[in-house]
């Protein structure tokens, strides 16, 4: 049977019927940078970090499939000051206080940040001061802060859990995670400490309590190496929690 082929960068890269470019890369051993995208979740195209550029147009590798003979181009230095501008849009539209942020090491957000060479927020800061803390749950605390819009915790919630715990709600800056519970707390919904959408968060928007710097800093999934280093980076970030 022919080997089916795709190039990224240049380089021959093998792949199966069916996969994208983010799957079929990763296969491969190539890093391609996201943070909506988990392996658990449907395909969702929201952060934009996984843009590539095939056959001339850019596309979304978590969503677009692989065909035989695409042209890929996956590193190059337009695309990696694309994806370190749209990092520096994530940090300044929220809170990010990284050096007192109980997720610092394993923040997936971070260790972009620290991927894309970003140097400073270069746009102004939005310091939002409506996004409020929900510690009322015994066992997770919401810090809306943190929370980059990427919809995991919702799409865990409804796909994995069979929850409907998180949504959206509103729109643009304005956005803000919404749970669904009579009173809005997290206390007062059906949510587990032992949900997938407990565990799936990029950042530290979800934190399970009495168990912050249980790793100390400096032994955390992205502190001895960069978020390349791995094209597994959701399990790396789950594991070092």
Known sequence: MTELLFNIDDLPVPFKPGQTILEAAKAAGVFVPHLCHHPRLKPHGGCKLCTVVVNGRTQSACTYKVAAGQEVDIDTPELNAMRRSLVQLLFIEGNHF????????????????????MLSPHFAEFYPADREVD???????????????????????????????????GRGG???LAINSPTGKLADSDFAVTDSAAHICPVGAILVKRNGFATPIGERAYDAHPISDSVNVCEIAEEAK
Do not use: W
């Open 135 to 169: 510690a009322s749950h015994p066992d997770v605390l919401i810090d809306r802060n943190r929370c980059i819009m990427c919809e995991r915790c919702v799409r865990a919630s409804r796909d994995i859990d069979g929850k409907n715990v998180f949504g959206i709600a």
């Open 174 to 176: 304005k956005a803000t």
């Open 98 to 117: 990284c050096p007192t942020c109980e997720k610092t090491g394993a923040c997936e957000l971070q260790a972009l940040g620290y991927e894309y060479e």
